[in-house]
T-cell receptor
């Protein structure tokens, strides 16, 4: 059974703290993603990675950084947590697109980390 | 990255009803289309892929209209357990990045 595991289900941090959110997948997927999900705004892409040590900014990278030192692990870092980063954070992974058209494959999600910054 | 639009609902329907959702996308180069389901306080999970002219899985039918740039999801004989948020997902060919709609909420009541 495929699995994407996020290190914490619930997290409470103080403003200004450095926060690490960890995500591990056991499917040998090349692609990994970090999203945040807020009511009324849906899923917004923060960063993604298509290979080890590779990273690309998504739609809302400000205030975040990422690390991918190993294929199975993709970490999201909040350099200095702020209250507007209180959110549900979702990690996902997928295989690269298949065929000449690069058809995308299913993305598998972790269970989410609900982060509260106080 | 182009947008994916969905009616947020909620769609409030009785058990046994047929309900349909639409999702429009603006990038004509889009090649991959999916419907995901997300239960309250849970992660999204794949419901159906829509690769060509559509497909059917039991009570669920997904269709793609490339000319008008929309996909649809039809649920027949709705069950209480179908209550969830349904997310439309679109990706251009060759892109690593799926783009999610904001989701449509479905509430099935007795």
């Amino acid at each position: 059974d495929v699995k994407v595991t996020q290190s914490s289900r619930y997290l409470v941090k103080r403003t200004g703290e450095k926060v690490f959110l960890e995500c591990v997948q056991d499917m040998d997927h090349e692609n990994m993603f970090w999203y945040r999900q807020d009511p009324g705004l849906g899923l917004r892409l923060i960063y993604f990675s298509y290979d080890v040590k590779m990273k690309e900014k998504g739609d809302i990278p400000e205030g975040y950084s990422v690390s991918r030192e190993k294929k199975e692990r993709f970490s999201l870092i909040l350099e200095s947590a702020s209250t507007n980063q209180t959110s549900m954070y979702l990690c996902a992974s997928s295989r690269p697109g298949q065929g000449a058209a690069g058809m995308n494959t299913e993305a598998f999600f972790g269970q989410g980390t609900r982060l509260t910054v106080v | 990255r182009k947008e994916v639009e969905q009616d947020p609902g909620p769609f409030n329907v009785p058990e046994g009803a047929t309900v349909a959702f639409n999702c429009t996308y603006s990038n004509s180069a889009s090649q991959s289309f999916f419907w995901y389901r997300q239960d309250c306080r849970k992660e999204p999970k794949l419901l159906m892929s829509v690769y060509s002219s559509g497909n059917e899985d039991g009570r669920f039918t997904a269709q793609l209209n490339r000319a008008s740039q929309y996909i649809s999801l039809l649920i027949r004989d709705s069950k209480l357990s179908d209550s969830a948020t349904y997310l439309c997902v679109v990706a251009p060919g060759g892109s690593y990045i799926p783009t999610f709609g904001r989701g449509t909420s479905l509430i099935v009541h007795p």
